[in-house]
């Protein structure tokens, strides 16, 4: 390690697949359009193979290290894990620790800045999304 900071893409250079580890229906749908409304290229949103993920987990190959830092800069419970894939897709595994995306400024609007990283904020957090979309779905 060179010892300086982690170099962020723009978020509209970050390639992911949400995946659904934990046993909440509906949560990387929830997640992926979070991460949608920060402007990150979700290829696609499905569940995990392991529904009983404990941490969430940032998978990527080596030519995907600035993607892979850049997404998990908006998960503050993240772990980063290398894998021999040589694209550049970057999978989130959400996992039972995930709250919410990383907090963004107070009353920050579509298209602001995160306070620390510069990376775009949405309107809504996850788990406000997961609200608003599992209330729009609720069966009555």
Known sequence: EDGSKPKYLDSKSVTTRVLNGTKFSGFANAVGRALQNREFVV???D???NAKVERTTIVFGKNAIPQA??????FPDAQLQM???QDKLVDVILG????????TEAGA????????????????SACEAYQLWSSATAVS
């Open 43 to 45: 290829q696609s949103i």
């Open 47 to 49: 569940n995990y193979d």
């Open 69 to 74: 830092y850049t997404l998990a800069a908006n």
């Open 83 to 85: 894998d021999d894939r």
């Open 96 to 103: 039972a620790t995930f709250q919410n995306l990383t907090k």
């Open 109 to 124: 609007s579509a298209g602001a800045r995160t306070r620390h990283t510069g990376i775009p904020t949405a309107r809504y």
